[in-house]
């Protein structure tokens, strides 16, 4: 199993800029969720899907987006960069909601947008 | 918002010191507390799973303990070694759409 896996590693946008980090895991697990992590701070929760076809809010949605079209895969939207996005992005994958199930993380794509 | 809030921030150890952190978070709608290590460079990596009041988690040199009522964990950490530096965070999953709030983490470094 390759776990879950994220592209690019790095990438570098210009403010206006649009692109969309990709998630993939093949554990066949239900939830997927989408971090950030900014210097000195914890993750925040972007989105996460407890199942294809159903997405919802984290703590901190705006100028993202997200789509669950296929259990394997949970791309993220930026549509409109702006310095404020520019941090570290963590997908991750659990097979439930998370009781007696850990999540497992990607290796994280580092965002620059100037 | 929900505010999970770990301390100390950072922690210099001696090798063979044991030490401990702590992880607060709210006391209502609980639903599991999570602890994490994270190496630099790397992506983090599950320790514990906790759901019950009372829940005391061991592996190896590390052990967790979980109060749900006042709102509290305890990470500990036996004997350290320059292995386990890393930042070790915890997070909330509510019972309300099992959304995660992370801690911003305490990091240790064990110095040989």
Redesign the interface.
Known sequence: NAG?TQTPKFRILKIGQSMTLQCAQDMNHN?M?W?RQDP??????IY?S?GAGIT?K??VPNGYNVSRSTTEDFPLRLELAAPSQTSVY?CASSYS????????????TRLTVT | ?LN?E?SPQSLHVQEGDSTNFTCSFPSSNF??L?WYRWETA?????LF?M?LNGDEKKKGRISATLNTKEGYSYLYIKGSQPEDSATY?C?F?TNN?????????TKLNVKP
């Open positions: 879950v939830y969720y971090y000195g701070m914890g993750l925040k929760l996460y407890v919802d984290g703590e963590f909601g998370g009781r007696d199930y850990e999540q497992y993380f990607g290796p994280g | 918002i999970v770990q639903y599991a999570h790397k992506s983090p990596e599950a799973v759901t965070l997070a999953e759409f099992n959304k995660f709030y992370f801690g911003s983490g």
